[in-house]
């Protein structure tokens, strides 16, 4: 009697896994974790992208912001969570950058972590104040090397792609700036537009408004090519320094083993919506613009990177901390 009833046991679960695996995907809201503040450019995509996601999925998206640790702690509840495909993390290139400049990280950025989609990738846009007499790149580095010591740039909190391009640049151009250390790009553009530093590389989203206004002067971008929002603007590369070629990402990652079929259901998703008419539009509208690879091909993308990102800190001598 008791084995007739240990198989029915067995019966009744296998049972309940095949009807759980029969139910669609998604069947329940799905939630994306951003890690920084809300108004930031990486909550904007996100909630962009959720308001499109859940009209194409038929289920809502929620959007939470869990800020702190320059991404750390809502990264880390990413690689944590259940990899069911419920949870998506947001993250920016800081997600490489960060375990060459942090001691101690609760995640390992290529491992814990399956790369789902682009959202936009954005070159940083360097910025002066009007109190320096420059209007173009070439005559900054110019104004920069006859003034050595005597102009400073914000540092928009952490080690981000911002403030590691103006050392990179630093570095190349061979120009002696100081550096103003901020909590986040928010408080340095504030102190940027009073004067109290002279040279800003910041996200276009956030500065591009002050630029069109004349409070700020844009003097060139980090990319390899000149964003559509800002094509009247030099990169640097073109401006002498080939090598200074840099961007921000903002990307969808899920937990490590989140099934393949999941993985490959949400991607196509995504890269619909990316590529529709909605978000291309704001997309343009920020300076920004993305890409359709699939996951293994983004995955390729993500290596890229932790290995750009690791051998110009290397280069630069920055020790984790």
Not at 37 to 63: F, N
Not at 136 to 161: D, N, R, V, W
Not at 216 to 230: E, S
Not at 293 to 306: L, T, V, Y
Request: aromatic share 8%; no cysteine.
């Amino acid at each position: 009697m008791k084995w007739i009833i240990s198989i029915l046991l067995v019966l009744q679960g296998l049972f309940f896994q095949l009807s759980f695996a029969a139910e669609p995907f998604p069947n329940k809201p799905i939630r994306i974790i951003v890690p920084l503040a809300p108004g930031a450019t990486a909550d904007y995509l996100a909630r962009s992208l959720a308001v499109e996601l859940s009209k194409s999925i038929g289920q809502s998206v929620i959007v939470e912001n869990k800020a702190g640790g320059n991404q750390i702690i809502g990264t880390s509840e990413l690689a944590k969570s259940n990899p069911d495909g419920y949870t998506i993390g947001l993250a920016i290139s800081s997600l490489v950058i960060n375990p060459y400049v942090s001691k101690n990280i609760p995640y390992d950025a290529l491992k814990d972590f399956i790369p789902l989609a682009m959202l936009g990738i954005m070159p940083g846009l360097m910025t002066v104040h009007p109190s320096i007499p420059v209007k173009t790149f070439p005559e900054f580095i110019a104004y920069a090397k006859a003034h050595p010591g005597e102009l400073a740039y914000g540092q928009p909190g952490g080690l981000s792609s911002g403030h590691l391009t103006m050392e990179f640049l630093k570095k190349e151009a061979g120009i002696d700036l100081l550096s103003v250390p901020y909590k986040g790009g928010g408080p340095a553009l504030t102190d940027m537009l009073a004067g109290r530093f002279q040279v800003f590389i910041n996200s276009p989203t956030a500065t591009l408004p002050y630029v069109k206004s004349g409070n700020i002067k844009a003097i060139a971008t980090t990319g390899a090519k000149r964003p559509i929002a800002m094509a009247e603007v030099p990169t640097i590369a073109e401006s002498g320094y080939p090598n200074v070629i840099t961007n921000e990402w903002y990307a969808l990652f899920l937990p490590a083993k989140t099934p393949t079929p999941i993985v490959n259901q949400l991607n196509a998703e995504i890269v619909k919506i990316m590529n529709g008419p909605i978000m291309q539009k704001r997309l343009v509208d920020i300076g920004a613009e993305t890409f359709t690879d699939n996951p293994e091909q983004f995955a390729k993308f993500i290596a890229k990177e932790d290995q750009f990102w690791g051998k110009l800190i290397k280069s630069l001598n920055i020790k984790p901390e």
